[in-house]
């Protein structure tokens, strides 16, 4: 990896911030986290951002399809990846580059939902730590959901098909994991199943816990489908 | 120097190169000409690092296009074919971004010069979708000078632009060939004549022919035909093929007249007037034409040979 991957980085953050879509996909974001969480914010008047860490995950289920579906599709429909497969940057330099594009602006997305614990500052007194491990997890979330969108936008050229992909392949690891699933079976399968699915993952979030467990699952989640897209990208045609 | 060293590749089913050998020199304009679809543009991906070649191997400069594709990727510039470009950026986004990756020194030299070489002036900070055609093409071109690269491949550069732009991008080509070793693909065949010194001509994914302009013409063909037409005659047709100079006949049944493609060394027309006369037979039309690319092209390619 060279620092050639960040000039990368900066052409696909250039990318999201020179079209409007994507503030209109900030507002969008932005409008229904607070809205979800205010709205029950006010009825059970706890000082916590436990109920916002349950349903940002859900949220950003739908909206990541729409961050990831244009990294490769758009360059192949473009044929702008020619360009990019010919300059003096290594395949790993490029992946990394769009990925981390993908990711810091999904982070300065979430970042933006600051407004809802320095309300809670003004409130009263909060614990920090539940806020911070939320966030943190929100973020490792978002990894997750990138490097599936990521992926299977190597497949077509066409946006709304990559994001339908990209949704229905989250959906898929979402559920293999559910207890609607694994209850009928015993044992080890079942948490096998638990633990590979995203469910499991989702509710220790929000409950404001992020352990190692959650931790080694969502980086080698993220490295696998990296691992995918590189090879995928690095074969081409 | 670039060394393509029997390389082939295939998409399946489909072999889109195959077996294709041919060196390029430094300081050299090399031209590949070929129909829509021949393996051109599979060639010059495979020279610049899209594709990886299925067997063979490609050398920029003495470097392994496979295993060092950084470093020969470093030497090349390239237009890729229709010029794809980041849309959403500006001019001075997008040529500042591929200074960036390719470590160009002097920056503001450089980007000058491209500006100025290319006639990029009145667009620098327009998005690049705001441009028409020949502009976007232009700037694919600043693109590939922007690091003042000692090998340039170009896959049509002249596509999509007006009768001036070509005229100017031709020029522009001329004066770069002056110090570095270019390839540029065309189906122009004016365009081939006009710049390049060696011809490559590719049809049906195989080579079939390579050389300066003389020798493809004194090679290949003779360099002369003489077309003639005749009321149907055995005796002069049979003759015809024997006569001294001629190294090809092809014929054209039209009706009552047979057409004969005389291809031969030197003009014949006067021989074949002769012959005519001797054998008695009816001649209603005597041209001699002198072989132009086009005709050695549409000989050679397989769209000729149906016609």
Redesign the interface.
């Known amino acids: 990896m060279s620092k050639?991957f960040f000039?990368?980085l900066?052409?696909e953050l250039?990318?999201y911030f020179?079209?409007t879509i994507a503030y209109i996909y900030i507002t969008l974001f932005l409008v229904m986290v607070n809205f979800f969480f205010f709205k029950d914010f006010f009825v059970t008047g706890t000082l916590s951002m436990r109920n916002m860490f349950d349903l940002t995950p859900w949220i950003m289920f739908l909206f990541i399809p729409t961050v990831t579906m244009r990294l490769w599709s758009e360059e192949k429909r473009?044929?702008?990846d020619?360009?990019l497969?010919?300059?003096?940057?290594?395949e790993w330099d490029i992946v990394l580059g769009k990925y981390l594009g993908g990711l810091t602006f999904v982070v300065i997305t979430i970042l933006l939902t600051i407004n809802i614990p320095i309300t809670l500052l003004f409130l009263g007194k909060v614990d920090p730590g539940p806020i911070i491990g939320g966030y943190a997890g929100l973020m490792f979330i978002a990894s997750a959901f990138i490097s599936i969108g990521f992926f299977v936008s190597t497949f077509t050229s066409n946006q709304i098909i990559a994001y339908l992909l990209a949704a229905v392949v989250g959906f898929l690891f979402f559920i293999i994991g559910h207890p609607m699933l694994t209850s009928g079976t015993a044992g080890f399968f079942s948490e096998a199943m638990s633990y590979l699915g995203l469910y499991a993952h989702f509710t220790s979030i929000g409950r404001g816990v992020f352990d190692l467990r959650d931790f080694i699952y969502y980086t080698s989640f993220t490295a696998v489908f990296l691992l995918g897209t590189h090879f995928v990208v690095k074969k081409?045609? | 120097m670039i060394s393509v060293q029997n390389v082939t590749k295939c998409f399946g089913q489909l072999t889109a190169v195959n077996n294709v050998s041919f060196e390029v020199k430094q300081g050299e304009i090399v031209g590949f000409l070929g129909p829509n679809g021949a393996g051109k543009t599979t060639t010059m991906r495979m020279i610049t690092g899209y594709f990886q070649p299925d067997a063979g191997s490609i050398f920029v400069d003495g470097i392994d296009v496979s295993l060092n594709p950084l470093k020969s990727k470093a030497l090349l510039g390239y237009l890729p074919e229709n010029s794809p470009m980041y849309e959403d950026m500006t001019v001075k986004e997008f040529l500042s971004f591929i200074m960036d990756i390719r470590e160009v020194e002097q920056r503001k030299q450089r980007l000058a010069y491209v500006i100025a070489a290319a006639g990029l002036e009145s667009v620098f900070n327009r998005f690049i979708w705001e441009l028409s055609k020949g502009f976007h093409q232009r700037v694919g071109i600043a693109q590939a000078l922007i690091s003042d690269p000692r090998f340039l491949v170009l896959d049509e550069p002249t596509a999509g632009l007006d009768p001036n732009q070509i005229l100017e991008i031709r020029a522009l080509i001329k004066e770069l060939g002056k110090e570095k070793t270019i390839i540029l693909s065309t189906h122009i065949l004016q365009e081939a004549e006009a710049l390049a010194e060696k011809i490559l001509i590719i049809d049906n994914s195989k080579l079939i022919a390579q050389g300066s302009k003389e020798e493809l013409k004194g090679k290949l063909l003779s360099s002369n035909s003489t077309k003639a037409v005749l009321r149907k005659d055995d005796d002069f047709s049979k003759k015809i093929g024997e006569m001294k100079g001629v190294s090809e006949v092809k014929t054209r049944s039209l009706d009552e007249y047979t057409e004969y493609m005389i291809f031969s060394k030197g003009d014949v027309s006067e021989e074949v007037f002769e012959l005519a006369a001797k054998t008695g037979a009816v001649l209603k039309e005597l041209t001699a034409e002198s072989v132009s690319l086009e005709d050695i092209f549409v000989k050679l390619t397989s769209k000729g040979e149906k016609k």
């Open positions: 050639r000039y990368i900066k052409r250039s990318g020179n079209s473009r044929g702008t020619e360009v497969f010919t300059l003096p940057v290594t081409r045609y």
